[in-house]
């Protein structure tokens, strides 16, 4: 392997993550994302990419949309009405930490928790948290946002058969 190859294969897997950078950013929810800190907007925008690339590879969930709940983006499946509410934010009182949110209602959090018990930090049964210089372990965060965002058609299921459903993200 030459010195060149991990080179290309970042910008290999960097193009696949920009295909919905172009998404337009409704105006209401821009002006929280540039409240942020830059290094925060940055983790941020890198969960947005996650979520739209998630969904765009689930072809039940259909559009995503992109609102503020709480005062916080948010994420919902309005024509299929597949998905929890997700919701991705930073609070300054905790100003080294971003997180993504989900229903605490859902039983999400638990899941996620049960399947990835070493991989992510956990806020109760909310969300997931980060540290700034955390590393994201991308192919588990997708499954997780997917079992999300397929909620309502997988949630009366047993936690086993829930991630057989989303097996294929990747």
Not at 47 to 70: F, N, V
Not at 97 to 110: D, G
Not at 131 to 146: F, G
Request: hydrophobic share 35%.
């Amino acid at each position: 392997m030459n010195a060149s190859s991990p080179l290309r294969y970042v910008a290999r897997k960097m193009k696949k993550m920009v295909k919905h950078s172009n998404i337009p950013i409704k105006s209401e929810v821009a002006v929280v994302f540039n409240s942020y800190p830059k290094k925060i907007k940055s983790k941020i925008m890198f969960l947005r990419q996650l979520i739209y690339d998630t969904a765009a590879s689930i072809e039940e969930i259909g559009e995503i949309e992109e609102t503020l709940k709480w005062g916080e983006p948010s994420y919902l499946t309005p024509k299929s009405k597949s998905g929890s509410t997700i919701r991705i934010a930073w609070k300054e009182s905790q100003n080294d930490q971003y997180s993504i949110f989900f229903k605490c209602t859902a039983n999400l959090v638990p899941a996620f928790k049960e399947k990835f018990p070493e991989k992510f930090k956990f806020g109760g049964n909310r969300s997931i948290d980060f540290k700034l210089d955390d590393h994201v372990p991308v192919k588990e965060l997708k499954q997780c946002i997917a079992l999300a965002l397929t909620y309502h058609r997988n949630k009366k299921l047993e936690t086993s058969d829930r991630w057989k459903m989303i097996e294929k993200v990747k």
